[in-house]
């Protein structure tokens, strides 16, 4: 198959005529020949060269001229040049095992072939010859063009020896699978059931990386039964393997809450790309198995659940290397509050428990409110239906009230400089509770959101506490 037509980047004649000039064979190779095929367009591009990847590298950065960097590893063997939005990584062709990341890489000079065999999938393994009598045909040793036809997962090799070499790729078979949609092929899918506990020894950074890869696909669900089919969540996310199973007593069970949550990550998948919020439909009944217990009148019941799942959240991203950051703090906030807004619709929609929401969950409201509504995974649409119809007068209730009140960004109009400098008094007690009392004041609607209105009552309450104004205000 010659593909001549489909390499339009004129940075493939170039690199072509380079690697003529020393007389080295040169192939695009890999995930750029791999999306060709499924119509995804990639800016990263890996080369492969019978001889030195770094000859060419610097001859390639050298002809593309200005703004172009290059940076060569040389005990890896391999280079890398920067040109306007692309990048492009050079390797020679190495018989031993193709890792990107070992220590002690110990690489040995190869054919095209030779190469091609250490890579991790078929459709991952196949080249594109760029030199001029060559140029655009396609070298597709272990048949990847049909398993992009059929869909499938699976590695060149005996799958033991393609995972041995690598245990990430135990990852990235289901991550490829969940975002491409594809199968894995059974006798690969058992190497990795079979090998799962090794992957013990990779970095918890590129499992992460994994991970996001799979929670950022359309269906991420599908990643994830996978990792658990395989037996690989048990060991990088033992928290979330715990929620599957029903337990029964007294002939009651409860739901199985992994399917439950993978139900709802893909609800929250199916309104919002953000990858946030799909990690905290992941996380949002984390503690379900801890808060657990059975009582013979109630049935089932996950006391506390929110709460608890929220203090689990530092401990398991920093185990799981997740950043520490605001997307932690995020996460968190979201499991907290996930159960507000079901129980105000079971309770009461009163304008005070509304403005507390608002209040508590900020800017968060919307994403909050899309995790609730992806959380109603009933059998029973008449069911569904209901709660969606109430949340559906929650959010114009949300909506309503911002406009009047302003609470999202809740800012006291009364500070406490102002109480300090009006009374001239030091920080203390009274300020803080003089503050609270505003404050829980407008939330519960009993003032409004005014500074006129705030400053009254801080009058009052200082008065209340003895508190006579140093000048008149
Ligand atoms: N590769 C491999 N084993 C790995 C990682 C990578 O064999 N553990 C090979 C594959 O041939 C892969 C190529 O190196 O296609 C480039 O790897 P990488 O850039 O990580 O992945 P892509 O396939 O380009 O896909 P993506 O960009 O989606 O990660």
Not at 16 to 24: C, E, M
Not at 71 to 81: D, E, I, L, M, R
Not at 128 to 133: F, P, Q, T, Y
Request: charged content about 30%; some cysteine.
């Amino acid at each position: 198959m010659n593909l001549k037509e489909r390499l339009e980047n004129p940075v493939f004649r170039l690199i072509g005529t380079v690697a003529d000039s020393i007389g080295q064979p040169c192939f695009v190779v890999g995930g750029y020949v791999r999306d060709l095929f499924l119509g995804r367009h990639s800016t990263d591009m890996d080369f492969v060269t019978v001889g030195s990847g770094i000859k060419v590298a610097e001859l390639v950065a050298e002809k593309l001229g200005p703004k172009t960097s290059l940076a060569v590893y040389s005990n890896f063997g391999t280079a890398q040049v920067k040109n306007k939005n692309m990048e492009l990584e050079f390797v020679g062709a190495r018989k031993e095992s193709y890792s990107h990341d070992s220590r002690n890489p110990v690489v040995e000079d190869g054919t095209l072939d030779d190469d091609q065999k250490r890579r991790d999938f078929t459709i991952n393994a196949m080249a594109i010859s760029l030199n001029s009598d060559t140029f655009g045909e396609l070298v597709d040793p272990f048949d990847g063009l049909s398993d992009i036809d059929k869909r499938l997962i699976r590695t060149p090799l005996d799958p033991d020896v393609t995972f041995s070499d690598d245990p990430l790729r135990m990852m990235r078979a289901i991550r490829f699978a969940t975002q491409l949609d594809f199968d894995i092929f059974p006798a690969t899918f058992e190497a990795i059931a079979r090998n799962s506990g090794r992957i013990s020894i990779i970095s918890r950074e590129r499992v992460f990386d994994e991970l996001m890869k799979i929670i950022k696909s359309p269906v991420p669900s599908k990643g994830f039964l996978l990792l658990e089919r395989s037996g690989l969540l048990k060991i990088i996310f033992p928290e979330l393997q715990a929620l599957k199973g029903i337990e029964v007593v007294d002939g009651k069970g409860h739901k199985d809450n992994f399917y439950h949550t993978l139900q709802v990550l893909d609800n929250v998948a199916s309104k919002s790309d953000n990858e946030w919020l799909r990690w905290a439909a992941v996380f949002h009944d984390i503690a379900k198995p801890v808060t657990k217990r059975y009582d013979s009148k109630l049935g089932w019941t996950f006391h506390n659940h929110n709460f608890v799942g929220m203090k689990m959240i530092p401990g398991i991203f920093k185990r799981m290397k997740f950043p520490m950051n605001e997307k932690m703090r995020y996460v968190r906030k979201l499991v907290e509050l996930h159960m507000r807004p079901i129980a105000l619709v079971e309770d009461e929609v009163t304008d005070s428990a509304v403005r507390r929401l608002l209040f508590d969950a900020g800017d968060d409201i919307d994403d909050l409110m899309t995790l609730c509504e992806a959380d109603i995974t009933s059998k029973n649409q008449e069911k569904i239906r209901r709660y969606l119809d109430n949340f559906a007068l929650v959010r114009n209730k949300l909506v309503e009230i911002e406009e009047k009140d302003r609470i999202r960004n809740f800012q006291p109009p009364v500070s406490g400089n102002d109480i300090m400098a009006t009374f001239g008094i030091p920080p203390s007690h009274a300020i803080g509770e003089i503050k609270e009392i505003i404050k829980n004041s407008i939330l519960d609607g009993k003032i409004p959101n005014e500074r006129e209105a705030a400053w009254s009552l801080m009058l009052e309450l200082a008065r209340e506490r003895g508190l006579e104004p140093k000048t008149q205000a």
